[in-house]
């Protein structure tokens, strides 16, 4: 007997994670639900960093101006000693803006921010968390998923085409599944964190005791708040009570009598090092991210960010899979993002031990924490037909570049790709016969566009390459065809004068219209 789905989707959790997805999905407009145990949102700052992928993520989103308005970039990092002032570094020195990178370096802005904004981004879709509901059971059976939430009306059972387990690293989910959570725990390792007012200290370093004898201690001011999260190393036989007045010993034994106080906590945790890998990110209709996917240490800033990315490669194939779309493009999710992860897993572990060993001599980043060199190279949905590939292939990032409309008005390619569509990018070749057959079999899910340079003929949609940006940072030859997916990653170049290797591209993807 056939069973009625109830909705598409079932988000569990209402994290980052969970709710980068949800977004996606609420723009496609794919129904879904998102759940979440808690009863009231989280105001803690678990993370504070936001790496530049994901600021292209809210770009795509229409939601980076607020993002940025609520954050800091460049915010020097204080080394002192005992009461020394050491000096000040910029751990992103010499990262600034370029035209194909218009986010270069981290931004200080606290998770729940970031969470806020993406539940209002959430809310003019019409969509909304279910707090306080909480996922106590399911069961699969190959074609949808059996839930059952526990919430104040009641107990609900639901059916749903797909289950996304975002619910962190304690996952319910992940647990009922069983797979595995390959871990490296490091019990000895813990930090006391938390959010504090703080007198005695200004709001424009982040300040660090690196080489205190009794371990180390950070205070970093939060910006858009009044308040610092204050992260300190303790050791194996210290005390992890998670109080004010511990928290204020910590400074006081290692800032060198600065007078430094500590008031009006908000929130105040003990943080226990562990490393944590699933093996598999898909179990028939169910898939996990974020942290029920992956748990890493606090330094480099990739845990929030690593959930986002894991939301943004999924959301566009959901949505292609619920239009028709072979099943196995949903396996791709695993192929391209479960190695990425791990590497990324790699840095930060790296980070953590070099951090707790004093083996930091610069607080400067390395350029894999930011994200931006992600690339997808050699998953079955990059095809690079290029005998001679530039240095942008399939499967990289989709660089930015700032053009113009044929009317002159200024325009940025990620203006361009902004939207759940595909996008089609012919430099210097004429479209307009491909635009017609593409809108004719794709409607609005591929958005075709001619890049040229200055004085060409230009077609209605043309893209004006005023400073030569984009032919630069693409580096392809006239006449190359360059398809964008809609999480901004390149699936197909080629440089083959028809458009036959576009068409065999889209026709899986889109097999109502193939």
């Known amino acids: 007997m056939d069973k009625r789905v109830n909705t598409p989707v079932l988000i569990v959790g209402a994290g980052p994670t969970g709710l980068t ?37 809210l770009d795509d989103f229409g939601i980076v101006d607020k993002v940025l308005a609520s954050g800091r970039f460049h915010l020097p990092f204080r080394g002192y000693d005992g009461s020394k002032v050491l000096g000040d570094r910029d751990m992103h020195e010499g990262r600034h803006p370029t035209p194909d990178i218009p986010y270069a370096s981290s931004l200080i802005i606290p998770q729940w921010r970031v969470e806020e904004i993406l539940r209002n981004r959430l809310a003019d879709y019409s969509g909304h968390v279910e707090l306080a509901t909480e996922l106590i059971g399911f069961e699969q059976d190959g074609e949808s998923i059996t839930a059952t939430l526990d919430h104040s009306g009641g107990v609900e059972q639901l059916t749903a085409r797909f289950m996304i387990g975002a619910d962190g690293g304690r996952s319910f989910i992940r647990g009922v599944l069983g797979v595995d959570f390959e871990s490296e725990s490091w019990a000895s390792e813990r930090m006391l964190v938390g959010d504090v007012r703080v007198d005695g200290l200004d709001r424009e370093h982040w300040h660090s005791w690196q080489n205190a004898k009794l371990g180390w201690v950070a205070l970093c001011p ?21 109080s004010l007045e511990r928290f204020q010993q910590i400074v006081d034994e290692r800032t060198g009598g600065l007078g430094i106080r500590l008031r009006d906590a908000t929130w105040l945790s003990l943080y226990r090092a562990n490393v944590r890998m699933v093996d598999r990110y898909r179990v028939g209709q169910v898939f996990l991210a974020g942290d029920a996917a992956h748990v890493h240490s606090p330094a480099g800033g990739q845990g929030m960010n690593t959930g986002i990315q894991d939301a943004y490669n999924l959301g566009w194939k959901l949505g292609q899979a619920l239009d028709g779309a072979p099943d196995d493009l949903l396996d791709t999710y695993e192929e391209e993002w479960l190695p990425v992860a791990a590497r990324m897993l790699d840095v930060t572990s790296k980070l953590h031990r070099d951090s707790l060993h004093r083996e930091v001599k610069d607080p400067r980043r390395g350029p894999e924490t930011l994200q931006l060199g992600i690339n997808y190279r050699g998953s079955s949905l990059a095809r690079e037909e290029r005998t001679s590939p530039g240095s942008v292939q399939a499967g990289d990032r989709a660089p930015d570049a700032p053009c113009q ?10 203006d361009v790709f902004r939207g759940p569509h595909f996008t089609l990018l012919a430099f210097d070749r004429p479209v307009d016969a491909l635009t ?17 340079r200055p004085g060409h003929p230009a077609e209605n949609g043309a893209i004006v390459d005023i400073e030569n940006h984009a032919h630069r940072a693409y580096d392809v030859e006239a006449g190359a065809l360059v398809l964008v997916r809609p999480d901004g990653y390149i699936g197909l170049i080629t440089e083959t004068r028809s458009a036959d290797s576009v068409r065999e591209y889209l026709r899986h993807l889109f097999p109502v219209f193939g």
């Open 21 to 57: 997805l949800a977004c996606d999905l609420a723009r496609r407009g794919i129904s879904f639900r998102i759940v979440d145990k808690t009863a009231n949102y989280f105001t803690g700052s678990r993370g504070k960093g936001l790496q530049p992928r994901s600021m292209e993520v």
């Open 222 to 242: 939060l910006p858009g708040t009044d308040v610092f999260q204050f992260q300190a190393q303790i050791g194996p036989d210290d005390s992890d009570e998670s």
């Open 405 to 414: 409309t044929a009317a002159g008005v200024p325009i940025r390619l990620f």
């Open 436 to 452: 017609s057959e593409i809108e004719q079999r794709y409607g609005t899910g591929v958005s075709t566009h001619s890049v040229i």
